[in-house]
């Protein structure tokens, strides 16, 4: 029965292409744009997300005086996540990288030299987080070389006045590519280096990097100032459980399972939550006037089905006069105008979809597409055409019989 009717809905659709394709429009460009908007929300989100905590599977292990304090917890978070800010801290040991990467689920574990300085490269002067460069910290961080060498291809004795930058810093004001930084001179205090390589940034939360020998850091910085242990996670394990594992180790071999003072996980949920909550309203704020441009295509399509009732009328009359009830009169024209929505809502959710795909491949991004956004938009436009079509359906349904016949 249900099936009848879409199929007379087609057919007077396909009657009136024109006016149908006219009324198709506004329902495919509100519903396309109503798509992307919160597919952008979830995107954005991510991004911020892998900007602050980085996306390469590890977490930063703090030592905090009270970890029952979240906003000393996160304090330390923000100072281990954007580079550290060379604070002494003595309450680590090289030894516990040992026991680190023992625990299950943990790849790889790294001891964070880290400290800002004002560094000087062809007469700019840049606040840059200066690293110490251990054994493991390329392939921890999965770095790779755009241009030059990584220290270890030189002779240790050679390292101590070598130095690694990665791209960010060039993002700053230097006008200058990979290949042209090679060989110029960065002081750091009073102490030249030579670049002698230039590195990607796989994790995006480190930020600008000049990175030397640690012979070289412990010549110019305090010796054991281990800013923070960070650990790799195996791919298959959960990053967060993992890491506490790791956290709870440290404590257990310092003595502070029963201490406020510790070890703690980085904690960055409050400041990705408040952002995300921030690009939530904005994308609500946004979706909201967008609908407005539904809502008025829907008033497109309640005038266009009006127009038809006048046009068939006369075969409305007939149809009731060889029994068609008034049920079966609104219900034919509400499907027609659910069908017209429908149809909209899939090119929109179409059109969404190759957009936001376009966009993830430009910024290099994998994220799936929500699917509730697509059933939402699909229900949304179903209900539109029940709304917008209630009242043409009704006015069919209630058409004077003889009068309708009569009418030419």
Known sequence: MILEYIKLSVRELLNNKLRSFLSLIGIVIGVAVVFIIFSISDIANVAITNQITGSNGSVNINYVKDRTDKMEVLNSSMNSNFGGLGDKSYHYDLNDLEQLVLVNGVDDAIAVYSTTQQVKINREKLGLAVRS??????DFYGFKMIAGNPLEAYPEDERINLALINDRVLDYSLNMTPEEVIGQKIQIKNRLYTIVGVTDTPNQSLGPIVAISKDSYDLMFSRSTIQYFSVKVKSGHDLDATAQLAADRLNEIHNYTETKNGYALEDLSFIISQITQVTGILSLVMGIIASISLLVAGIGVMNIMLVSVVERTREIGVKRAIGASKGAIQ??????????????????????????????????????????YVIFALLFSITLGLLFGYLPSKRAANLNIIEAIQSE
């Open 331 to 372: 219900f034919q024209f509400i499907v027609e105008s659910c069908l017209l929505t429908l149809i909209g809502g899939i090119i929109g959710v179409l059109i969404g979809i190759g957009v936001i795909e376009i966009a993830l491949m430009v910024l290099n991004m994998k994220l799936p597409i929500n699917i509730s």
């Open 133 to 138: 460069v251990s054994d493991n910290f390329m």
